[in-house]
């Protein structure tokens, strides 16, 4: 289902490591409400002392002003040098601990966090899978992408576009509307993205994107939704009705899951769920599930997941994506990026 202008999803909200689940069966939550939490330990960093003090590996011990175990603030003095009248200061770049010294490299542990998982999408907590996270259940109009980049957002939605083929261009971006998700055709000019990370646009809907700009939108990590291709191809027409539609609601937008695994899509949250016209279920691909292949040259293909490669792999046309080996029926594996493919029950 590429889009439904009224339909039930249920969405897995999951820690990447063990922690603590905050809500139960049947609370009403928001997008931003917080569902569950685990701890991370502190990343751990090493700082090249030697190369910037511009001195040898072995005088470095010499030059510390901190020991083994001690805490430090951020821009706190880790090591120094005196030349003549010139004193070199190395700045701690995070708060955090002194692990030690190896090869002048100092190492600092940054200082625990503590990772907040939060619902994403509005509604009612179905299910709870303990110290991981929790399903939710919302009724919205959903839109499903081809291609995505960036995390989640959250924003009111507004169509920027008169027609399905319209760009969208420089001048339609304006501080007007910070905060806000923006729904347009054709992406041709870098700037425009460039003015939309600028302004805190929360993200954007586009029918396609020229090849070039598809590195710059995963650098800027702004959540953008491509439903159509790369190239310049309009809206479909019905998600432009869809959009224009739903124009000033809330809706809530992922370019791509945590994991990888997810499809690109908008929501617009629904308040009357008697109205939904089905319900979608999406859960994570795992081996052995049965999945339909929905791009050339294996468009309408049944198979079955074989393997789940832990790093991108090179596709057809020569990008690197995330997603599976397949198994096909005639016993050819073959590997398929996850948004061209759809899981069936």
Known sequence: MRFSPSTQVVRQRLLPVPGEVLVHVGDRVRPNDVVAQAPLGGRLLAVDLAEALGISVESVSRRLLVSEGESVAEGAPLAAVQR?????????????????????????R???????????LPGEVIELYPHRGVAIRGVGSLIRGI?????????NLMMTASSPADALTLEKVSLRYRGMILAGGILEDARVLLRARRFRIRGLILGSILPGLRGLC??????????????RIPLAGPIFELLRAQQGKLAVIS???????????????????????SLMVVRPVEVGARVRLARPPYVGVIGQVAALPGTPQETLIGTRADGAEVRLGDGRRVFVPYVNMELLE
């Open 218 to 231: 995963e650098t800027y990590r702004l959540p953008v939704v491509v439903t159509e291709g790369v190239g």
């Open 110 to 120: 940054q200082e625990p966090e503590v990772l907040r998982l939060c619902a994403y």
């Open 255 to 277: 370019g791509a899951e945590r994991d990888g695994r997810g499809i690109p899509e908008v929501i617009v949250p629904l308040a009357d769920e008697g109205k939904a016209s």
């Open 84 to 108: 003549l009248w010139v004193r070199r200061v190395v700045p701690s770049p995070v708060a955090g601990t002194v692990q030690g010294l190896v090869d002048g490299r100092l190492l600092l």
């Open 147 to 155: 291609w995505g980049c960036g995390e989640e957002g959250q924003g």
